[in-house]
Structure formats: structure tokens, C-alpha cells
């Protein structure tokens, strides 16, 4: 099993909703990013978590919430967003980190704010 | 910030026909690695090669570096309407600053 899978697809969420994104590999993969990746330009790093520790967080608005449950699952917890926030939220996860090893990407999910 | 700019931005050739892209950065890194993405999906890792390489192959892709230049290109040879995608370079700075950051991107169409 070569794949990260995320859910939803697809989103459209309010601005006073909350919803999550969900994230999942089963390759024992021991580091796990998201990613954000607004229409016509590259991915943008936001997170990165190693061992199930947050390791890296590129000044994300605390609106944006990232978990890691266990070593297969990442989750990116979703609260008073903005249109501006609408995008393709991209999860990926490396045997180790990007020094040595090179990162699966899930589908993605998109995102839309109204 | 962003680290690497990628040229060109668009590029649209028949099918059959090789196409390069290029990718510069700014500072030293650990590695440089292409990706490719389809129409606004998931990202596929093509090839990594580290600051110590200079060449490498991977079936109809040859990835080259050039540390002293700072950057990378990216040949796809006898290209296929299968190719047409966004391609990626991203970069690894080293220990201490162990992100995949990546560049700016290259729109590339294979026309039948």
C-alpha cells in the first residue's frame, strides 16, 4: 500500500463552521505534512509532524488546528475560516524526513469557504 | 519564502518532442527533488538528487545539478500526451532546516 488517502474530496464549509480533514497512510511512515496550495501556484508548507510530534509550523493562523491521533492518521481541525482560506489542502508523508526520503501525496482535499 | 523560481513557466510542444525544465534556488541545499502534478491533484515524486550528484536517470527522465550554478533541470525525452502536467522542483536545505520547499512550477502541455 503506496497511498495516502485523504477525505473529504471535497468541502464547503461557512465561516463559523468547523469541520476536519483527515489524512491516513498505512506505509509506516514516520514523518506527515500538510500542505496548502492556492489555485496556480506551488504547495505551501504548513505543518509537519515527526514521530507524532509537531515539529514544524510555518505561522499558521491558530484557525487552522493540526492533530496526529497515531503514527497513520493526521487530521487539520478547521474553525472561523475565511474565503481566502479556500484552497487545496494537500497531505503528504515520508519514511523520514525530506533529508533522506522522498514525499507520498494524497489526492487533496478542496476546500471552499463562502 | 520561496526558494526555487522555475523556467519556463508554461511549455507546450508536440508529442514525441523532448522538453526541459529548469529550476534555480537560492542557497545551499541537501537535496532538490521533482514532482509532478496533475490537474490540481496529488503530487508524484519523480526523482531526488543529492547536493553530491550531478546526473540521474529514471526512464525517460534525466534530472541534472549544478551546485555552483544553483539549479536543476528536469528533460522528459520523447514526450507523451500523458506528460501534460505541472512540474515541481523542491528543495531541502539541510539539518536544522529540513523542509520541502517548492519552486514555482512549469505548465507543461504535450500536444497530440
Known amino acids: 500500500d503506496t497511498e495516502v488517502t485523504q477525505t473529504p474530496k471535497h468541502l464547503v464549509m461557512g465561516m463559523t463552521n468547523k469541520k476536519s480533514l483527515k489524512c491516513e497512510q498505512h506505509m509506516g511512515h514516520r514523518a506527515m505534512y500538510w500542505y496548502k496550495q492556492k489555485a496556480k501556484k506551488p504547495p505551501e508548507l504548513m505543518f509537519v509532524y515527526s514521530y507524532e510530534k509537531l515539529s514544524i509550523n510555518e505561522s499558521v493562523p491558530s484557525r487552522f488546528s493540526p492533530e496526529c491521533p497515531n503514527s497513520s492518521l493526521l487530521n487539520l481541525h478547521l474553525h472561523a475560516l475565511q474565503p481566502e482560506d479556500s484552497a487545496l489542502y494537500l497531505c503528504?508523508?515520508?519514511?523520514?524526513?525530506?533529508?533522506?526520503?522522498?514525499?507520498?501525496f494524497g489526492q487533496g482535499t478542496r476546500l471552499t469557504v463562502v | 519564502s520561496q526558494q526555487g523560481e522555475e523556467d519556463p513557466q508554461a511549455l507546450s510542444i508536440q508529442e514525441g518532442e523532448n522538453a526541459t525544465m529548469n529550476c534555480s534556488y537560492k542557497?545551499?541545499?541537501?537535496?532538490l527533488q521533482w514532482y509532478r502534478q496533475n490537474s490540481g491533484r496529488g503530487l508524484v515524486h519523480l526523482i531526488l538528487i543529492r547536493s553530491n550528484e550531478r546526473e540521474k536517470h529514471s526512464g525517460r527522465l534525466r534530472v541534472t545539478l549544478d551546485t555552483s550554478k544553483k539549479s536543476s533541470s528536469l528533460l522528459i525525452t520523447a514526450s507523451r500526451a500523458a506528460d501534460t502536467a505541472s512540474y515541481f522542483c523542491a528543495t531541502v536545505l539541510g539539518f536544522g532546516n529540513e523542509k520541502l520547499t517548492f519552486g514555482t512550477g512549469t505548465r507543461l502541455t504535450i500536444i497530440p
Open positions: 542557497t545551499s541545499i541537501n537535496n
Open positions: 503528504a508523508s515520508s519514511q523520514a524526513g525530506p533529508l533522506y526520503t522522498e514525499a507520498f
